[in-house]
């Protein structure tokens, strides 16, 4: 996409800042997967972008993509977001008038293992940037929250009011930044904060220059489909058949990348102009089986992608979705593309010349033992569900 596209992509979610801008704004973790996308969205919006990256899961070419969508370089500083004296200097010699934070570690499963590294990095790098913006001015932080904030759905869709117990350390890490950032709103009623939680990010830009592009042999759906669509493994291995969804697997609430990009640049729009502590899901208030990703996927790339069925990955959620009118009514923002333009534009980038350059060697990966699949109707049991609103389910029924 050329800049002029980029520009009419991101146009739905905010207008060029109006008013005179101080500085540029601050985006740790921006040559990463949603933020170079961000980075995009910014700079098509008006915004001046100083991207902070220790470039421990992004490599540098990234700013060049960015640049080749955008047609501008944003501003970079190598540093680590825990490193208080570099991100001090970074701020005071830039005077950003506003953060978003992406910078940090986000496999549940590596959390598992690594809980301390988890805390080190998601909490520590959170403090350390919020204390450097809070010596300049209140401080005004986008953070990248996550939907795994609150663990097991008591109902859905889940809205943000529904009780959080996350369960892992990755989930409990954006949890803790959560109530530190609520606190410092509290506290300094000049500051202001709008934590985004994610539901499932997947696509791509349209232009196929800028995607995911995880190390070593992904462990999220849609990266891994692309490795099979573009031969790169045979086949997928789903994780279990026997939920209790309609068709036996996990249903999730993919958002496109782009959308949620979009939903960035609103929420900054937010932050420079409304103190106080927000929060808002962003997902597409619609569940996406593992089935029906396959499908909309093998639709994209133009032949029906191999797959088995093995046993259930520990630690899964059958199903979970959204309720997005928080962010409609706060931040004007709704998910404008649908999963064929989701896997469309995950196909484009997983093809690509740009992924190829940014994919390295990969360890082996291991799956559960291979089970049969069949495809069979299904409900969600034991978790109500409402048919009506935002949130919808595939074939959900409402009395369960
Ligand atoms: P990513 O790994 O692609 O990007 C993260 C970026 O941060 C990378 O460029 C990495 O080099 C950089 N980074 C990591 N640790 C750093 C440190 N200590 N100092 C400076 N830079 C550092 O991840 P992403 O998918 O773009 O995720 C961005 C944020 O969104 C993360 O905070 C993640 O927890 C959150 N999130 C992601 C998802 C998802 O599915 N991708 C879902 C929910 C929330
Ligand atoms: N999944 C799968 N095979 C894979 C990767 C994921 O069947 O190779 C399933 C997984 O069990 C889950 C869904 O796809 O039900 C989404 O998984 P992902 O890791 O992308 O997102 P998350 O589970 O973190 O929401």
Redesign the pocket.
């Known amino acids: 996409m050329t800049g002029a596209g980029a520009s009419r992509a991101c146009r739905a979610a905010a207008d060029p800042p109006s008013g005179p801008c101080q500085g540029p704004v601050l985006v740790t973790g921006g040559t990463g997967y949603i933020g170079s996308h961000t980075c995009v969205c910014l700079q098509a919006a008006g915004y001046a972008v100083l991207v902070v990256d220790d470039l421990s899961n992004s490599g540098r070419g990234v700013l060049d993509a960015i640049a080749g969508i955008s047609g501008t370089m944003p501003l970079f500083e190598c540093a680590d977001v825990r490193d208080a004296e570099a991100i001090d200097r970074i701020v005071a010699r830039h005077r950003p008038v506003a953060a978003i934070h992406f910078a940090g570690v986000k496999s549940?499963a590596e959390s598992s293992r690594s809980p301390a590294m988890y805390y080190d990095i998601n909490v520590g790098g959170s403090l350390c940037l919020l204390k450097a913006m809070a010596r300049q001015a209140p401080p005004r932080i986008v953070f990248s929250s996550s939907a795994t904030v609150y663990g097991e759905p008591e109902h859905l869709p889940l809205r943000e009011s529904h009780p959080l117990h996350p369960e892992s350390a990755y989930g409990r890490s954006k949890m803790m930044v959560e109530l530190v950032l609520e606190d410092v709103c509290t506290a300094d009623t000049g500051a202001s904060v709008v934590a985004l939680r994610y539901f499932?990010p997947v696509g791509a830009h349209a232009s196929g220059e800028l995607g995911e592009s995880p190390r070593g042999i992904p462990?999220?759906?849609?990266p891994?489909l692309g490795r099979v669509a573009s031969g790169l493994a045979s086949r997928?291995?789903?994780?279990?058949d026997n939920y209790p969804t309609p068709d036996g697997?996990?249903i999730?609430d993919y958002v496109h990348v782009m959308d949620l990009a979009a939903a960035h640049v609103a929420a900054l729009r937010l932050v420079l102009h409304a103190p106080g502590f927000h929060v808002a899901n962003i997902g597409s208030g619609t569940g996406i089986s593992?089935l029906e990703l396959i499908d909309a996927y093998s639709a994209a790339c133009g032949r029906a992608l191999d797959y088995e069925v093995v046993g259930r990955?520990p630690g899964?959620v059958a199903c979970y979705y959204a309720d997005p009118t928080v962010a409609r009514h706060l931040l004007g923002w709704t998910a404008q593309r649908d999963v064929h333009q989701m896997c469309a534009d995950a196909h484009r980038y997983a093809t690509s010349a740009a992924a190829s350059r940014a994919s390295r060697p990969a360890a082996g990966r291991t799956t559960p033992a291979a089970g049969i699949h069949a495809r069979r109707a299904g409900r969600i049991s034991g978790i109500p569900v409402e048919r009506a609103g935002a949130g919808t389910g595939p074939g959900m029924d409402a009395s369960l």
Request: charged share 20%; glycine share 6%; aromatic share 12%.
């Open positions: 549940v499932n462990e999220n759906l849609m891994y997928l291995s789903v994780f279990g697997t996990c999730r593992v990955r899964d």
